[in-house]
């Protein structure tokens, strides 16, 4: 048990160790990037500061697996030339004994990344959009709520919001949709509501109309006319309208089961949502994957130039196991393979690899 907790705490420290020097590296690379992208007139130092600042945990967050594997070949390489692994199996402990605790803390790290990490990252990302659409004058065009899908249309000659109650998987075609429209100074116009409306070559084509003039001293009911079809002009576009979804990781995995609830319920495919979620709860059991592989090369002693090598064959077997996992991912988010196999089977690949690379290796 005391070994135990030595190795835990030595490999936690370790991973700490890397994971800040990791978080201050892409910070300083975002703040760059950022003064290259946003500087001069469109933002202040501070402005772009707090936008490498709150951009710098979704990059952490995403090289965890590449954090984890550094870690474990830091610290069995570690134990190696100290001897301590030798004196632990002198002692009678097993090679693959003594990987429990650092497998358990690899756990749950991964298991602390999703439940903690995940939330702080999803609202730093908005915050971040949010600050990037500021300084570039612009904003979402989408919000999707329990009450259905809600879109923000614009030009010179006013606003449009538009309501709707379920749309296609594109957002180009409408039902139940009510639109609002106003005038550039910000008073009502009017109000629209259609059965169905369709956006095409820049306008949306309305069904079964209903039109009441707000701005009027008639009241809205009265003065009302009805119609068969109608067209109002839009500077909306089907990207526009996806795109502004944002992507899976800018929503907290506590909301995205929620969320893709309301992604369906509107008519929307949640393929995409339901792929991070499972590879978001597949997230510990790959980092612990990470771990084992960072030990299965290097907790043997290690002899000449057999350092380097090993060191060399973990990290590309471990970069070979990430891109098959975000190629896994590619196909479940296209519909090609389960979103539970496209998560769950390159992390059980990559434990297995380990786990076989240690029997032949380890004496037991």
Do not use: C
Request: no cysteine; charged share 15%.
């Amino acid at each position: 048990m005391i070994l135990d907790r030595y190795f835990a705490r030595r490999f936690a420290y370790i991973f700490g160790a890397i994971f800040g020097i990791f978080a201050i590296i892409l910070t300083f690379l975002g703040l760059a990037d950022n003064l290259r992208r946003y500087g001069g007139d469109a933002g202040s130092f501070g402005d772009i500061l707090d936008l490498a600042l709150l951009d710098a945990p979704s990059g952490v967050y995403q090289i965890l697996p590449l954090i984890m594997i550094i870690a474990s070949i830091s610290m069995f390489l570690g134990l190696s030339r100290s001897s301590e692994l030798v004196v632990t199996r002198a002692a009678g402990r097993s090679g693959l004994r003594l990987l429990l605790a650092p497998l358990i803390v690899s756990v749950l790290i991964g298991a602390i990344g999703v439940a903690v990490m995940n939330p702080v990252v999803a609202a730093t990302s908005r915050a971040f959009e949010s600050k990037v659409a500021t300084l570039r004058g612009g904003g979402s065009v989408l919000s999707l709520s329990s009450s259905g899908l809600w879109l923000r249309q614009g030009d010179d000659s006013g606003q449009t919001v538009i309501h709707a109650a379920r749309t296609n998987l594109s957002g180009t075609t409408l039902w139940d949709a009510t639109f609002l429209t106003f005038a550039p100074d910000g008073m009502p116009q009017s109000r629209i509501k259609a059965d169905i409306a369709v956006l095409n070559n820049g306008a949306w084509t309305l069904n079964g109309v209903k039109t009441w003039p707000l701005n009027t001293a008639d009241t809205p009911e009265a003065a009302a006319t009805v119609s068969a079809t109608a067209s109002i002009s839009s500077s909306l576009t089907a990207d526009q309208i996806r795109n502004n979804f944002g992507t899976p990781s800018s929503i907290s995995i506590w909301d995205l089961p929620a969320f893709i609830q309301r992604l369906q319920s509107a008519g929307f495919s949640a393929q995409r949502h339901i792929v991070w979620l499972q590879m978001e709860l597949s997230q510990p059991l790959f980092l612990g994957a990470m771990m084992l592989i960072g030990a299965a090369f290097t907790m043997r002693p290690q002899r000449g130039g057999k350092v380097g090598l090993n060191v060399m064959s973990a990290i590309l077997l471990a970069f070979t196991i990430y891109f098959i996992r975000n190629f896994a991912q590619i196909l479940g988010e296209n519909g090609d393979v389960p979103a539970a196999l496209a998560a769950w089977a390159p992390p059980l690949a990559a434990a297995g690899v380990a786990l076989g690379i240690l029997l032949q290796r380890e004496d037991g």
